[in-house]
């Protein structure tokens, strides 16, 4: 909706134009009237005014010197003049302080409101584009981190934007060579994966499209699942890289999951990557038990851990081990965690699914002999364990990352 102000030294004036032009229909909610330039500066700066509409010759202030002082302090108001006055030196004048439209007196109703539809869809589409990028900036200052989590708050209750989730999860996106257009059906893909993901989505600085799915029910497999078939349904899949990064559960540590979404895109070039990747799958190629340091632990720890290399496949257990070693299990618990920073168990799982992720990738050995290789006696319990861990089937995953479907 907006306000228009119009200015005439003759109330009739603008007395007329108040009751003959359908300011309802044209969105118009409040018209303000001045008598001449001073009184229109007074009311200007008291209330928030769209679009004004005044004549030239005026007492104490006319139409240009109040256009002057309008575009000094309130660049944004439009404004269209009004003159019985027809020499060039007006329009000239008026055109270079950039006025919206000029138009001569007596004009016809009609003409006055056309003008005046055109430059209020002006003002909407100005308007539009000036939320947009505002929407965008904040958007871009919440996923990199460089915005409070009070000026979210504040900002984001203008922009229609829902922050309060309980979970959060980004997804980058960015064209495989930069000189290849995916064109209108990648376009299209993007805005039919925001729309089926129900994500906000902003462009970044560094050519990531980014999309912000947010919801308490957030499940990475879902995710990877419809941005493979969207991406296959548009045949744009080799012509882009995906990233799923992990799931955060506070507003304010979006960022984590940004930033190690994009370092998946922007680290790994290798030309036989997998499309489309999750994040706490696998990060460049490491996981928990290949980051443990082996040289700065206790001869009983490394012990522990060389036996999982080696037995992983068997029914390893801690009670086991500590037995044939004749020493107590809990304590050795302990000694496990205080060093490696995971329990004996936890070790053992990711070690196991580390070795599952290489079958699965490397081999064409079916699920079902994959998860007795692992050391899992059935294999529901071996897909349920993977599931867990990566948020992938084992299917889903070896379609996604590589190898060969059994």
Same mark, same amino acid.
């Given at each position: 909706?907006?306000?228009?102000?119009?200015?005439?030294?003759?109330?009739?004036?603008?007395?007329?134009?108040?009751?003959?032009?359908?300011?309802?229909?044209?969105?118009?909610?409040?018209?303000?009237?001045?008598?001449?330039?001073?009184?229109?500066?007074?009311?200007?700066?008291?209330?928030?005014?769209?679009?004004?509409?005044?004549?030239?010759?005026?007492?104490?202030?006319?139409?240009?010197?109040?256009?002057?002082?309008?575009?000094?302090?309130?660049?944004?108001?439009?404004?269209?003049?009004?003159?019985?006055?027809?020499?060039?030196?007006?329009?000239?004048?008026?055109?270079?302080?950039?006025?919206?439209?000029?138009?001569?007196?007596?004009?016809?109703?009609?003409?006055?409101?056309?003008?005046?539809?055109?430059?209020?869809? *002006?003002?909407?589409?100005?308007?539009?584009?000036?939320?947009?990028?505002?929407?965008?900036?904040?958007?871009?200052?919440?996923?990199?981190?460089?915005?409070?989590?009070?000026?979210?708050?504040?900002?984001?209750?203008?922009?229609?934007?829902?922050?309060?989730?309980?979970?959060?999860?980004?997804?980058?996106?960015?064209?495989?060579?930069?000189?290849?257009?995916?064109?209108?059906?990648?376009?299209?893909?993007?805005?039919?994966?925001?729309?089926?993901?129900?994500?906000?989505?902003?462009?970044?600085?560094?050519?990531?499209?980014?999309?912000?799915?947010?919801?308490?029910?957030?499940?990475?497999?879902?995710?990877?699942?419809?941005?493979?078939?969207?991406?296959?349904?548009?045949?744009?899949?080799?012509?882009?890289?995906? $990233?799923?990064?992990?799931?955060?559960?506070?507003?304010?540590?979006?960022?984590?999951?940004?930033?190690?979404?994009?370092?998946?895109?922007?680290?790994?070039?290798?030309? *036989?990557? !997998?499309?489309?990747?999750?994040?706490?799958?696998?990060?460049?190629?490491?996981?928990?038990?290949?980051?443990?340091?082996?040289?700065?632990?206790? !001869?009983?720890?490394?012990?522990?851990?060389?036996?999982?290399?080696? @037995?992983?496949?068997?029914?390893?257990?801690?009670?086991?081990?500590?037995?044939?070693? *004749?020493?107590?299990?809990?304590?050795?618990?302990?000694?496990?965690?205080?060093?490696?920073?995971?329990?004996? *168990?936890?070790?053992?799982?990711?070690?196991?699914?580390?070795?599952?992720?290489?079958?699965?990738?490397?081999?064409?050995?079916?699920?079902?002999?994959? $998860?007795?290789?692992?050391?899992?006696?059935?294999?529901? @319990?071996?897909? $349920?364990?993977?599931?867990?861990?990566?948020?992938?089937? !084992?299917?889903?995953?070896?379609?996604?990352?590589?190898?060969?479907?059994?």
């Amino acid at each position: 909706m907006y306000t228009v102000l119009l200015t005439d030294d003759e109330k009739s004036v603008t007395e007329s134009l108040k009751n003959d032009i359908p300011w309802a229909n044209l969105g118009v909610e409040s018209i303000l009237t001045a008598c001449d330039g001073m009184q229109a500066l007074e009311i200007i700066a008291s209330f928030h005014v769209d679009l004004l509409i005044t004549d030239i010759r005026m007492p104490r202030m006319d139409g240009l010197e109040l256009l002057a002082r309008v575009r000094s302090v309130h660049p944004e108001i439009h404004c269209i003049l009004l003159t019985a006055y027809g020499e060039f030196e007006y329009a000239m004048k008026a055109m270079k302080l950039g006025v919206d439209n000029y138009l001569m007196k007596p004009m016809q109703i009609q003409e006055l409101t056309e003008t005046i539809e055109n430059t209020l869809d *002006n003002i909407y589409i100005r308007r539009e584009n000036r939320e947009a990028l505002f929407r965008e900036n904040i958007l871009r200052r919440w996923v990199t981190g460089n915005i409070s989590s009070d000026e979210l708050g504040e900002r984001t209750v203008f922009l229609d934007l829902n922050i309060y989730q309980s979970n959060y999860c980004v997804i980058a996106i960015k064209k495989r060579n930069a000189s290849v257009s995916v064109g209108a059906f990648g376009e299209e893909c993007i805005r039919k994966l925001s729309s089926d993901l129900e994500c906000t989505s902003v462009w970044d600085n560094v050519g990531h499209y980014i999309l912000i799915a947010g919801g308490s029910s957030i499940k990475e497999e879902l995710l990877v699942s419809t941005l493979y078939q969207t991406a296959v349904q548009f045949d744009i899949l080799n012509l882009v890289d995906v $990233a799923v990064g992990i799931t955060v559960s506070d507003r304010n540590e979006v960022h984590i999951s940004y930033e190690r979404a994009c370092d998946l895109i922007d680290k790994d070039q290798d030309p *036989n990557r !997998p499309p489309i990747r999750v994040c706490h799958v696998m990060t460049d190629n490491a996981s928990i038990t290949s980051e443990i340091n082996e040289e700065a632990l206790s !001869p009983i720890v490394k012990r522990s851990i060389s036996y999982i290399k080696e @037995h992983y496949a068997e029914g390893v257990s801690i009670k086991e081990f500590c037995s044939s070693l *004749n020493i107590n299990a809990a304590y050795l618990g302990y000694l496990f965690k205080k060093e490696t920073g995971i329990y004996f *168990n936890n070790y053992l799982i990711d070690f196991r699914m580390d070795k599952a992720i290489e079958l699965l990738c490397g081999t064409g050995e079916k699920i079902a002999d994959i $998860a007795e290789m692992t050391g899992y006696t059935t294999t529901s @319990h071996f897909i $349920a364990t993977f599931k867990k861990k990566t948020g992938l089937s !084992p299917l889903k995953y070896r379609e996604i990352h590589g190898g060969t479907l059994s």
